[in-house]
């Protein structure tokens, strides 16, 4: 049952009362570097919107204020290291106009980031950079840092010869000042939040390029060194910039785009207005350009510019209407650019995220109750809102989708938006009214849990399918309605009949001319949801063989891997050497892998050199769940010796062989840690490896793993993979220690993660030191996972020891059953063929027989 999103008592929140209106901020600042320290005077011009107003409050978060004046005449001022509050002069009329100026200085430890040489590091460069989503932009500038606040903006940064400095806008002028200072000035004539205001420094360079079409003026700005690999990661930008501009009809509304990539960042890339700061970990390498693009990525900050930037939502309640717009584009743009199976294949991953968050809460996708805005930003707020996009598309038709979307952007162009302004131009520019859909897929928790049947009664020539909502129906959780083709082949032709769904159950009946050889409810997966659909396995075969959309062949894979019969698995190996798309080669042979069956093992193994990496990927995963399989983990190691042209089938090699527990595990994984890689990915896969070995010899390899110079990527697979190896070991002391530990590492993806660890460990004795991390914790997400880990402790709800060797015994068993169900196949054919029954072996001592338990655990696992 999924945990609540929200605790009880949680706030529920609200726009406050605006007094004025931001018009104009401009930041004046002196960047000092080497002491980590930003100085200077930040002037905001309001319009005030009542009569007598007496005093502004600003969200000021440790600044040291040190003057104030308005309108030039000093005013009072009540800094409490959270908010300033300004007393004016005197009584302001409404509609007055303000420059309140306010001298300050401040080291922050949120919102501006200083970055250099340490212990770890001694070579890095000084460098800067700012990120104020959610919330953090008042920890070093004192502002109204609420998403409604639009403003246009000003930054004169006086920084340091030697660096480049970005901000928001247009570089109006760069002035080299005596003593070896340089001035630089950028203005923004568009009003943006808070939250987009950016500064970034440091010795970066430049690489120009521009859109054609548009005549966008596009910057990349780089460490030096890495121009190639910059060219290599960004360089679709302009067509990107051209794309969107025409599909969505509204021009790119400002005159550049620039993206920089920093040192350390906290996020995969923030969309600063004009100016998209990205982590320099998302730099291709040649190797790394093999099997991986960063398009997604890019593609979703700039289409961020749309929507966030010159749309933003009204308050973080409604910033599905920021990020569920960019994770939608992010599929346009693969659509437009590989074609629909590719981006269809990036749908099903965004689904199966959602699905995995949805069962452990649910909330509405617009959501007032939360403790911190940035716990809002789940795959609610990505996944979910870009899928009911994608719902809401097919609903409406192309043409009318995308007139809806103009309309909608250029209505609203510059200001704020909520759910109701989208249904507005919707209805405005289609006739269709949609509150219904977004009352119940976006402001009520949820999705349609299915299970449905197909049954054909052959002398009446008629088909019925049977679906049922399973998720819980209250009166404030009513049924889901929607409507989806179901997809029949009838002696090689396609016709689709289209169904509506409005109830907990239906019998949906087809009169049809002969038994279908395929039947597709939903083809192309549109309606999100999940399913369990039982069909004869000969029309899952069917769909996986010839089923026109790519998507529809993977969820017949996956269907096959929990029916693992002989046909089925010939079925899947099938597809695995012949269908076109990786995709579904990469689908077939991860369901093959959860078979288990010696057949879909030496299926995998042919495949192990399969053209495309991303298959090989998926063929080394698959081999990892054959538990116990020597044959299995000597293709790995095989594959380990050999190498692969691709960093991430080496990884994913490496944790499979982990997986598989078998003799070359502790030999061949410990060699990896030392091997680089692009975001340090073979490391942090063999790391996981070691975790899932089940020896407790890897212990001190894990351990010693951590040293200087160890990315966050793979100290943060150092915890888990330690928690993981504490199951079943006796290490269970030592890990909790080394855990508890790591709450103080300097990064908080690390916090985040021991976190989680010590709350797997079921170890009530962890929740001291997680307290005191909690109480000394600055990010809201480190600080989630915090709050969970003691609920879950001091609750129970944690499995115990006993449970989690259950959890190993109950796998092996799968394992053990998936053989013999394959030895009792290979006699039921040999039985049918006529060959004679083999010899009965020896008799042995009786012992009890759990036929009917190790029946049961042979059944597909449901998730």
């Not at 923004?188 to 205001?197: G, R």
């Not at 021009?251 to 998209?276: C, D, H, K, L």
């Not at 089925?568 to 892998?593: E, M, N, Q």
């Not at 009792?824 to 039985?831: I, M, N, P, S």
Request: charged share 30%; glycine share 8%.
């Amino acid at each position: 049952m999924p945990r609540p999103f929200a605790a009880p008592g949680t706030r529920t929140h609200f726009v406050g009362d605006r007094p004025a209106r931001l018009q104009h901020v401009r930041l004046e600042w002196d960047l000092d570097l080497t002491r980590k320290r930003l100085s200077g005077t930040a002037t905001l011009t309001l319009i005030t919107r009542r009569d007598r107003l007496t005093a502004m409050t600003f969200d000021a978060v440790e600044l040291d204020v040190e003057a104030v004046t308005v309108d030039g005449r000093a005013a009072g001022f009540d800094n409490d290291g959270e908010k300033l509050r300004v007393v004016l002069p005197e009584p302001a009329a409404e509609g007055a106009k303000l420059d309140i100026a306010i001298r300050y200085a401040c080291q922050p430890r949120r919102g501006l980031y200083f970055i250099g040489p340490d212990a770890d590091h001694p070579e890095r460069a000084l460098q800067c950079w700012t990120q104020g989503q959610d919330d953090d932009s008042r920890h070093y500038w004192p502002c109204i840092d609420h998403p409604i606040e639009k403003f246009t903006t000003e930054v004169i940064c006086v920084a340091p010869a030697g660096n480049f400095v970005l901000s928001n806008g247009i570089l109006r002028e760069r002035l080299e000042l005596p003593g070896d200072l340089v001035r630089w000035h950028y203005a923004l004539e568009f009003p943006q939040p808070a939250y987009l205001v950016t500064l970034a420094a440091g010795p970066f360079v430049e690489i120009a390029d521009r859109a054609p079409r548009t005549g966008v003026d596009v910057f990349y700005f780089v460490p030096p060194g890495r121009e190639a690999d910059a060219r290599r990661s960004f360089q679709r930008t302009p067509e990107m910039i051209d794309f969107f501009s025409e599909r969505i009809g509204v021009p790119y509304a400002y005159p550049r785009y620039s993206q920089i990539t920093v040192a350390e960042f906290i996020f995969g890339g923030m969309e600063n207005t004009t100016a998209t700061t990205l982590t320099d970990l998302v730099l291709l390498d040649e190797r790394a350009a093999i099997d991986h693009d960063v398009e997604g990525l890019v593609s979703h900050e700039l289409a961020h510019q749309w929507w966030g930037d010159l749309l933003t939502c009204r308050e973080w309640s409604e910033a599905w209407l920021n990020e569920g717009f960019a994770t939608y584009f992010e599929y346009i743009w693969r659509e437009h650019a590989k074609g629909r199976d590719e981006a269809d294949l990036e749908l099903l991953v965004d689904t199966d995220g959602y699905l995995n968050e949805a069962g452990r809460y649910q909330r509405p996708v617009v959501c007032r109750q939360y403790e911190e805005p940035i716990h809002l930003f789940d795959a609610h707020l990505y996944e979910k809102g870009g899928r009911v996009l994608h719902m809401l598309r097919h609903e409406l038709g192309d043409a009318a989708f995308w007139r809806s979307i103009g309309l909608y952007a250029r209505k609203h162009a510059h200001g704020s938006v909520e759910t109701r302004d989208l249904a507005r131009a919707i209805e405005e520019a289609s006739g269709r009214n949609v509150d219904e859909l977004l009352d119940r897929w976006i402001a009520r928790p949820g999705h349609p849990e299915l299970e449905g049947r197909w049954e054909w009664d052959e002398d009446r020539k008629i088909g019925t399918l049977r679906i049922a909502q399973k998720q819980p129906i209250t009166a404030e959780a009513p049924p889901f309605k929607f409507s989806a083709p179901v997809r029949f082949e009838i002696d090689g032709r396609e016709r689709d009949e289209r169904v509506s769904v409005s109830e907990a159950a239906h019998a949906f009946e087809f009169h049809l001319p002969a038994r279908p050889t395929q039947v597709i409810f939903d083809p192309g997966d549109i309606v999100l949801k999940s399913i369990r659909l039982e069909k004869n396995p000969a029309l899952w075969r069917r769909q996986l063989a010839v089923a026109r959309l790519a998507v529809d062949r993977v969820a017949a894979a996956r269907a096959l891997g929990q029916l693992p019969d002989p046909a089925g698995i010939a079925g899947l190996a099938a597809a695995l050497r012949d269908d076109k798309f990786w995709g579904v080669r990469a689908a077939a042979a991860r369901a093959l892998g959860q078979t288990r069956r010696d057949g879909a093992r030496d299926a995998l193994v042919t495949a192990i050199d399969d053209e495309h990496p991303r298959v090989r990927r998926a063929v080394a995963a698959a081999l990892g769940d054959f538990l116990g399989d020597e044959a299995a983990g000597r293709a790995l190691a095989d594959r380990l010796r050999r190498g692969d042209p691709s960093y991430f089938v080496e990884a994913e090699a490496g944790l499979a062989l982990g997986r598989t527990r078998t003799s070359e595990v502790m030999t061949l994984l410990p060699s990896l840690l030392d091997r680089p890689s692009y975001q340090d990915v073979i490391r942090s896969r063999a790391v996981e490896g070691l975790g899932r070995s089940g020896d407790e010899h890897a212990f001190p390899i894990l351990r010693d793993a951590w040293r200087a110079g160890v990315p966050w990527v793979s100290r943060r697979a150092i915890v888990a993979a330690i928690a993981e190896l504490a199951r079943g070991t006796g290490i269970a002391r030592a890990a909790r220690e080394f855990i508890e530990a790591r709450l103080a590492d300097r990064d908080f993806r690390v916090r985040g993660e021991a976190a989680v660890a010590l709350a797997r460990l079921g170890s009530i004795e962890a929740t001291a030191a997680l307290r005191a991390a909690r109480a000394a914790e600055l990010d809201g997400r480190a600080r989630r996972r915090m709050e969970e880990a003691v609920r879950d402790l001091e609750a129970g709800t944690r499995p115990s020891e006993e449970i989690r060797h259950l959890h190993d015994e109950v796998e092996r068993l799968r394992g053990e059953t998936a053989k013999l169900r394959e030895r009792l196949d290979r006699l039921q054919a040999q039985g049918a063929a006529g060959a004679p029954p083999p010899a009965s072996p020896a008799p042995k001592a009786k012992r009890p027989r759990p036929v009917t338990r190790r029946t049961r655990g042979s059944r597909p696992v449901r998730r």
